[in-house]
């Protein structure tokens, strides 16, 4: 398939990589909206989190227990951090391949913009 995070989770397009398991690849975003700023992808393709039902239920738990460790590590845990699904158009998304943002060391607004 021709997906870009489809291939930085290969190795097929290189990354700044944080984290890889069985299921999942962490890498650090390219443009960075926060002094820290990683994405959090399944290896497996989904367009959107509308792709996700609860059969999924253990990737997406695993993905946020993911999310909370990986904030630990980049020493976001205790600041605070955001974690940001994008989806569709309006959701200001703009690849069409599963990830969660993890946004953190500044502070953000409510509501967002
Ligand atoms: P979205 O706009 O879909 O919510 O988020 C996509 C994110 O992927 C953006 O923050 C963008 O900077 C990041 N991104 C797009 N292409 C690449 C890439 O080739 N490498 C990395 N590391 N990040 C990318
Ligand atoms: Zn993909």
Redesign the pocket.
């Known amino acids: 398939m021709n997906c ?1 995070f489809c291939k ?1 989770a290969s190795g097929e ?1 290189p ?1 700044k990589k944080l984290f890889e398991d069985e299921l999942l690849f962490a ?5 960075p909206q926060a002094p820290v700023h990683f ?1 959090i992808i399944p290896k497996q393709h989904f367009s959107s989190l509308n792709d996700i039902s609860k059969e999924h239920s253990g990737l997406a738990g695993h993905l946020l227990a993911t999310a909370a460790e990986l904030a630990k590590k980049t020493g976001i845990d205790q600041s605070g951090y955001r974690v940001v699904l ?1 989806t569709n158009d309006d959701g ?4 069409p391949h599963l ?1 969660a ?1 993890v946004l953190g060391k500044r502070k953000f607004l409510w509501p967002p913009g």
């Open positions: 870009i930085i397009i990354s890498f650090y975003d390219i443009q994405l994008n200001g998304q703009s690849v990830h943002h």
